[in-house]
């Protein structure tokens, strides 16, 4: 079965600094990876979304996330966090065949501080 | 205007009572999800439909029920509400291609039951 797990409920780094939230996945077949913010009151947005063609995936708001296989990571970067990047991130995985279901890691809150 | 619009955004109610959480959509798509947020769970899968006539259970429909009235409209019934039902719910869309579809998100309905 598949499976998403982010390392750390809480982040928090100084305004400036290298953002790391950490994803690792389980899944039998070559997997499609998401990431996905939430701001408060508001639903969830795309950041990024790996499908295979590159390992190295750019998104949103400066936002990037590398996979590589044999850690089964997902981890995803931002070289200098700015304040309005506080907000509740999650990692999912594509659950098996073509459902498009979605298994969503427990979710990771950035705190940025000024 | 919002591709995917939740109503009502926020409920309160009582033990027993039945609530239904409307989710529309403009976006065009054929699959439709609802989830439920947890404090420290992330986000698991309730209910989806590929279309009108295809509904599937996910991994906690235990106690919902769902509706598919028409592409644009998917709502979620809770028959008879009990109080850990209390929380964020999120409805969703995609494409019908393959897995790698990204899936488009309500705002969220924030229901409280007493």
């Known amino acids: 079965a598949q499976s998403v797990t982010q390392l750390g409920s809480h982040v928090s780094v100084s305004e400036g600094a290298l953002v790391l939230l950490r994803c690792n996945y389980s899944?039998?077949?070559?997997?499609?990876l998401f990431w996905y913010v939430q701001y408060p009151n508001q639903g969830l947005q795309l950041l990024l979304k790996?499908?295979?063609?590159?390992?190295l995936v750019k998104g949103i708001n400066g936002f990037e996330a590398e996979f590589k296989k044999s850690e089964t990571s997902f981890h995803l970067t931002k070289p200098s966090a700015h304040m309005s990047d506080a907000a509740e991130y999650f990692c999912?995985?594509?659950?098996?065949?073509?459902?498009?279901?979605?298994?969503f890691g427990q979710g990771t809150t950035l705190q940025v501080k000024p | 205007d919002a591709d995917v619009t939740q109503t009502p955004r926020n409920r309160i109610t009582k033990t027993g009572k039945r609530i239904m959480l409307e989710c529309s959509q403009t976006?065009?798509?054929?699959?439709m999800y609802w989830y439920r947020q947890d404090p420290g769970l992330g986000l698991r899968l309730i209910y989806y439909?590929?279309?009108?006539?295809?509904?599937n259970k996910g991994e906690i429909s235990d106690g919902y029920s769902v509706s598919r009235q028409a592409q644009a409209k998917f709502s979620l019934s809770l028959e008879s509400a009990i109080p850990n039902q209390t929380a964020l719910y999120f409805c969703?869309?995609?494409?019908?291609?393959?897995?790698?579809?990204?899936?488009?998100f309500g705002d969220g309905t924030r229901l409280s039951i007493l």
């Open positions: 976006k065009g798509h054929d699959r």
């Open positions: 790996y499908t295979s063609a590159a390992t």
């Open positions: 439909s590929f279309d009108v006539k295809d509904i």
């Open positions: 899944s039998s077949v070559p997997p499609y």
């Open positions: 969703a869309t995609s494409e019908a291609r393959t897995g790698n579809q990204p899936q488009h």
């Open positions: 999912a995985v594509s659950g098996p065949g073509n459902t498009g279901k979605l298994i």
